[in-house]
């Protein structure tokens, strides 16, 4: 699976990023390409700016200098017409969820539909069940309001809502975080299985080294504000980098997890 | 490349041919969210139950693109003719839509709840039954915060070391200190009104002199106290709800109490004692702007001198209508205190109960001050004060 996307089309391509607030320099030159139809995991220590660079990339921090082009667009020179398509053609999966606590789960999962497509209510409704039970939940979940439902159901609903419009990437900021081992599992497999079924690029911020063995297809690491080391798993445990070293072939890691090695 | 609303994908088309005894629709174009609108009325005219096949099939070579909607009404469809009998097969299905078709057959098995129906005289009693169980309910509440905030300050008077003065200082100087300016302004502007209100109109009379009476015992008893009772709970009460109420759907609360300290005593009662303390002093200083404001307008729109005013005012006045209006602070403060954290505490998860309970809090804080504000002028009228 991990080459097939060799030499493909980049969907997101950053150049030279640099992003800092207040004096301090967060992304130093950073340059990454995201391919069509891979799931990249991307990592780094906490407070690396992980989550600064996928603020950046969907546009809710500002750069100071570099590109980002997602489908070949310059996010920051498009018109807000240009913006709006592209909004339309990503979903995000907040690491807290981010769901709108008033709207019940249908309400959440409904709302982009309704707001950018003009659909007949039936077909909102179905959708969206459909939706809701793709991302393996039942449909008694539906009428709950956000603060009725566990950690993990309040992931999956974020995720179902993400997958709303049908985007060609999702973004995902920690998806397992908070989870137990076996719901995290369930929930890379449910990663796998969308992103095969629905054809998804995914850009998946992640501390899980579980995720990163079973389901990243590259893994890019984050360090001193760029991007050192990108590749499979292989690679990663190949590095001599010392951080990349001390996360990949730490305490932590399980010995003989990966079968490709 | 392209945006998505331009991106070069053809119409979707649904055909029908007769291949053989089988009726072969076949399909092709893309089949995705953005022609969600015309693919209904075909798979509509598709799924018609007057078909003249017992057999049918839809083709899907021809499609180009297909996303989780296209794929749902391809199931619809599938499903329609299912329940009239025929029998349907899918066929030329490209093998990376196939993942996909079989995610959405497992969907929407279960029939959809129906949405309850309600009567409107149902609604209506309903309505009015729960109105008042949350009248009693507020109520209710209310009384258990006293009773435990009376603990909560028992435990106080116990163990004096236990108190969080520092606390109580931070909040002093937000609803206290920070509220003098606008408090002062407002009185001031107010005092102003009433003088220039009243002589207009006693003018008629000859009896301009009487503004002076009026001002100074409406405001010393009246209205200095309950118009700053007014702006603490908006400017003060809401902050409070606001912060206990995000505090709890932040599980800040709970982390409190499972530190083994009561939210009562760590949260509620220095926030209490700082408003009891602020409010009274609030209230002088706003009876001060007040009085000062009227005795300007007096001597400028009314001509009437300072000295006259202050003459007059010595007379109009005694002490019992300054301790009347002042000695009603302390409660105005209890209640507006008491309002704000009960309902700080009781807001639910959502952003949405965040706001009706901020809301609630101000309202009920408000009415709450001039219902006690006319039982108390009833109280210091029955005995003579």
New interface residues.
């Given amino acids: 699976m991990n080459m097939a996307h060799a030499g493909n089309e980049a969907v997101i391509r950053v150049r030279d990023l640099v992003v800092g607030f207040n004096g301090m320099t967060v992304l130093d030159h950073l340059s990454l390409d995201v391919f069509r139809g891979e799931i990249l995991g991307f990592v780094g220590g906490s407070g690396a700016g992980k989550s600064v660079l996928m603020r950046t990339i969907i546009g809710l921090l500002p750069k100071r200098a570099g590109t980002i082009e997602v489908?070949?667009?310059d996010f920051g020179r498009a018109s807000e017409r240009?913006r709006r398509?592209?909004e339309?053609?990503w979903g995000i999966l907040f690491q807290q969820g981010a769901l709108?606590?008033?709207l019940t789960v249908r309400q959440n999962v409904q709302f982009p539909m309704r707001e950018y497509?003009?659909?007949?209510e039936r077909?909102v409704?179905?959708?969206a069940?459909?939706?809701l039970?793709?991302v393996g939940l039942t449909?008694d979940v539906a009428?709950k309001?956000?603060?009725?439902l566990s950690g993990g159901m309040t992931k999956r609903v974020a995720l179902a809502r993400a997958?709303a419009?049908?985007p060609e990437i999702v973004f995902l900021d920690e998806p397992t975080s908070g989870l137990d081992p076996i719901g995290a599992g369930a929930f890379d497999d449910l990663i796998r299985?969308l992103q095969?079924?629905?054809?998804l690029t995914v850009f998946m911020v992640t501390h899980d080294l579980d995720s990163l063995h079973t389901v990243c297809d590259r893994i890019a690491v984050l360090a001193d504000g760029r991007v050192v080391v990108d590749g499979p798993i292989a690679t990663m445990l190949a590095s001599d980098h010392p951080w990349v070293k001390a996360y990949f072939r730490g305490k932590r890691t399980r010995v003989g997890a990966p079968a490709d090695q | 490349?392209e945006?998505?609303?331009s991106a070069v994908t053809a119409r979707p088309r649904l055909e029908r041919n007769v291949v053989g005894e089988r009726l072969v629709f076949a399909a092709a174009g893309a089949w995705?969210?953005e022609h969600?609108?015309e693919l209904?009325p075909l798979i509509a005219a598709a799924s018609d139950k007057r078909l003249a096949a017992a057999r049918v099939g839809i083709d899907m070579g021809n499609v180009d693109r297909l996303?989780?909607?296209g794929a749902?009404?391809i199931e619809?469809l599938v499903r329609a003719w299912h329940r009239a009998g025929l029998e349907a097969t899918i066929e030329g299905l490209p093998e990376?839509h196939r993942?996909?078709l079989?995610?959405?057959r497992?969907?929407?098995r279960?029939p959809?709840?129906p949405a309850r129906s309600y009567s409107r005289l149902g609604t209506l009693l309903e309505n009015v039954g729960r109105g008042v169980s949350n009248v009693t309910g507020d109520l209710f509440g209310l009384a258990q915060m006293l009773g435990e905030v009376t603990v909560a300050a028992l435990r106080v008077v116990i163990r004096p070391a236990s108190f969080r003065f520092t606390s109580v200082v931070h909040h002093l100087d937000r609803v206290g200190l920070q509220a003098v300016p606008i408090i002062l302004l407002i009185t001031f502007l107010l005092g102003c009104i009433i003088a220039q209100q009243g002589i207009f109109h006693f003018r008629r009379f000859g009896a301009e002199l009487y503004v002076v009476d009026m001002i100074s015992i409406l405001v010393l008893r009246e209205i200095g106290v309950v118009m700053v009772s007014i702006m603490v709970a908006g400017r003060s009460g809401s902050a409070y709800t606001a912060e206990l109420g995000s505090m709890k759907m932040r599980e800040e609360i709970d982390a409190l109490r499972t530190m083994g300290f009561a939210p009562v005593d760590v949260l509620v009662l220095p926030r209490l004692v700082a408003l009891v303390v602020a409010l009274p002093i609030l209230t002088f200083l706003g009876s001060m702007a007040a009085l000062y404001g009227g005795g300007l307008v007096c001597w400028l729109y009314g001509g009437i001198s300072p000295e006259i005013f202050i003459s007059r005012l010595k007379d109009a006045i005694s002490l019992d209508h300054f301790v009347v209006g002042l000695v009603k602070a302390p409660f105005m403060a209890l209640i507006i205190g008491l309002v704000a954290c009960t309902e700080g505490l009781a807001v639910?998860?959502?952003?949405?109960?965040l706001g009706l309970h901020t809301t609630a809090s101000v309202v009920k804080a408000v009415f709450l001050v001039i219902v006690t504000d006319g039982f108390l002028a009833m109280f210091f009228a029955s005995i003579g004060k």
């Fill in positions: 489908f070949g667009f240009e398509a592209t339309q053609r709108f606590s008033s497509l003009d659909l007949s077909l409704d179905e959708v069940m459909a939706k039970e793709m449909p009428d309001f956000p603060s009725e997958l419009l049908d299985t095969r079924t629905l054809g | 490349m945006i998505r609303s995705t969210v969600a609108r209904e996303d989780t909607f749902w009404l619809r990376h993942g996909l079989q995610e959405v497992k969907a929407n279960a959809m709840a639910r998860g959502s952003a949405e109960s």
